[in-house]
């Protein structure tokens, strides 16, 4: 079956213009994650959502990061007024229920110019 | 920050069996060790999961020390399409926000 597709598969932007990444989870998947990981570095959590539960925004860098779930289906991460340092592959996983095995999608390639 | 450590690399012949340890003496009771693995330019792919008996799948066999501290990932036949890099995080089963350390670096060599 389908996995999380995530788009674009690549993104270039200008420095102070906003950016929105788009996750489509599996089919089902109640919980899904926002991850990225910087050129060379581990993988960082960004923000949770499960069910109709208000999201685990926890590692989310700055206010101008934000992320929606609508329906409990499709995601949408938010960047405000990039900066170059936001270049990153931003990462999307979502699971069955709450927990368990995290399936990852391709990721969005992000560059700040 | 991770609270597993991994050694940076390691290289395995092609057919022959893969060992990765890792250390995780400050796991809780109720953390499960969970083993991830990236090939390059692609995102995470889950290998195993496991509490605290051995278990095993298609991919790999997990190995936990009795006291839980440590473990090791077992890929039997490592194939070139093994290379990549393999994370071991300690996480709880729900709600797990999995915090990744640097991994270890596997090439499986001809």
């Known amino acids: 079956g389908a996995g999380v597709s995530q788009s674009p598969s690549n993104k270039v932007t200008e420095k102070g213009k906003d950016v929105e990444l788009r996750c489509d989870p599996i089919s089902g998947h109640t919980a899904l994650y926002w991850y990225r990981q910087s050129l060379g570095q581990g993988l960082e959590f960004l923000i949770y959502f499960q069910g109709n539960s208000a999201p685990d925004k926890s590692g989310l860098p700055s206010d101008r990061f934000s992320a929606e779930r609508t329906g409990g289906s499709v995601s949408t991460l938010t960047i405000q007024r990039t900066q170059q340092e936001d270049s990153a592959v931003y990462l999307c996983?979502?699971?069955?229920?709450?927990?368990?095995?995290?399936?990852f999608g391709p990721g969005t390639r992000l560059t700040v110019t | 920050d991770a609270k597993t450590t991994q050694p940076p690399s390691m290289d395995c012949a092609e057919g022959r069996a893969a060992n990765l340890p890792c250390n995780h003496s400050?796991?809780?009771?109720?953390?499960?060790v969970y083993w991830y693995r990236q090939i390059h330019s692609q995102g995470p792919q889950y290998i195993i999961h496991?509490?605290?008996n051995n278990e095993t799948n298609e991919m790999a066999s997990l190995i936990i020390t009795e006291d839980r501290k440590s473990s090791t990932l077992i890929l039997p036949h490592a194939t070139l399409r093994d290379t990549a890099v393999y994370y071991c995080?300690?996480?709880?089963?729900?709600?797990?926000?999995?915090?990744f350390g640097a991994g270890t670096i596997l090439r499986v060599k001809s």
């Open positions: 995080i300690v996480s709880l089963e729900y709600g797990n926000k999995l915090v």
């Open positions: 400050t796991i809780s009771g109720n953390e499960y």
């Open positions: 996983a979502t699971t069955p229920g709450a927990g368990g095995k995290q399936y």
């Open positions: 496991g509490l605290k």
